[in-house]
């Protein structure tokens, strides 16, 4: 039970003879307690509230994580693994400060298997310098969060990203996985071969715990081949409904999207303002796909500009090519920078609900109103059913962020009630804690059980997924 874990947790901080300790166990320039280092890992892109950690480490190996966790397990000390920090729902903020492990010095790509389209990666590196890495190899490393997440960050929240709808999340490419359990154990899990039904599948346990069950050191990925033609369309309509149904359309007609992203025209709007654009200010469905020929592509543009001229479709630009491509997707990676940059002094509240394709239009709808008066932004992977909401606020105006609040449960609850899901991709880190009984009943036991099983102290990641100080039974 969540409150066992109080009296563990309730420690004062490390000493600075801790400090030296851990310095003479990886070295001087691996461990640092200066306020800056400290600082830069309170937070995370999130408006959730900075804590300092009380020291910031570097392994550079799996054994050196093994000794460090050996020795705060049996310390009582807190740890949180630590990515680059991009996270959107305070997943990596030390809420319990202790040690952070940070993984920048494990950032190698440790090898490279082409004729088995896999490739074994440490936990630091960076999922945009791995697709630069096996280009050349003809492959490529689906999930795309758009940040520059490192892979064990994308392991701990299971992140998706724009392509989600054609290739999956990164569950799908998980094959294998180094983990140090609390106490500092390494168990490796899972196998090289395409397919096993050999016991429990473990890594699936450890992809999208966030750290609270044990560290993702390093990971042997299964990789895809690099299309050879590409097709993307941008298309602009009247209303939501205009374009949401016609994300429904496209998924029912047989077609098979890589990406399919809708925008509200306030973010048109701000993307405009923001990077000197002349879009229409209308909404607008982003939408890629891949195909082995030009001619074949050409075929799938004519039946794709068929359905959005059906839904009343204003305009469509449509390429075949890397070119036009990059062109197109370069809008929608813009998103959520721009909105950022055009409210210097706000927070942003991000959510990411997500629901059955049929119910996409009437979840967009439904949050369209509860923003209405709001500096909201609408948006999302609407190929599978995820809605993004980004609410621009200031946390310290009480009256206004209690109505951000309002609005993100209100949100939620929908997208719940439509048998959804209160987080798609961003995780549930301490934002989403709130509505996780609602969402797995009787399971969100079992998860506690697991948890305490594993970690049985509560000092992986403390202060995630379950609320420390109530009962989850």
Known sequence: MPGEYENTLMQKGLLPSDVEHLKSMLGDTQVSAGSSVRELHSHDESFHAHVLPDVVVLPRSTEEVSKVVAWAYERDIPITPWGVGTS???????????????????????????????????????????????????????????AAATIGGMI??????????????????????????????????????????????????????????????????????????????RAVFPTIFDATNTVFQVMNSGLSPAAMEFLDEEVVKILNRDQGLSLNEQPTLLMEFHGFSENGLKEEMAYVEEICRDNKALFLDKGIGQTERARLWEIRHLAHESIRRNHPSLLSLSMDVAVPLSRYSDMVGFAKEQVKDLAAYVFGHAGDGNV????????????????????????????LEFEGTCTGEHGVGIGKRTFLLQEHGESLALMWDIKHLLDPKGLMNPGKFFFMDEEVR
């Not at 993004?388 to 951000?404: I, K, L, Q």
Request: proline share 6%; with cysteine; charged share 20%.
């Open 156 to 233: 701990g929240n299971n992140a998706s990203g724009i392509r989600t709808v054609k290739y999956g999340s990164t569950k799908d490419y998980v094959m294998r996985v180094v983990v140090v359990l609390p106490g500092g154990r390494i168990i490796k899990t899972g196998t090289r071969a395409r397919k096993s039904s050999s016991g429990y599948h473990l890594c699936s346990l450890f992809v999208g715990s966030e750290g609270t069950l044990g560290i993702v050191t390093e990971a042997t990925l299964r990789l895809v081949g690099l299309p050879v033609n590409f097709m993307a369309v």
């Open 88 to 146: 959107l729902e305070g997943n990596p903020i030390p809420v319990h400060r202790g040690i952070v492990i940070d993984f920048q010095e494990m950032n190698r790509v440790l090898d490279v298997r082409p004729p088995d389209f896999q490739v074994d990666v440490e936990a630091g590196v960076v999922y945009k310098d791995l697709n630069k890495a096996i280009s050349n190899h003809g492959l490529f490393f689906p999930p795309d969060p758009g």
């Open 388 to 415: 993004h909401v980004v609410v621009m606020d200031d946390p310290a105006n009480r009256d206004r962020w209690s109505r951000v609040e309002e609005a993100n449960r209100h949100i939620v609850l929908k997208a």
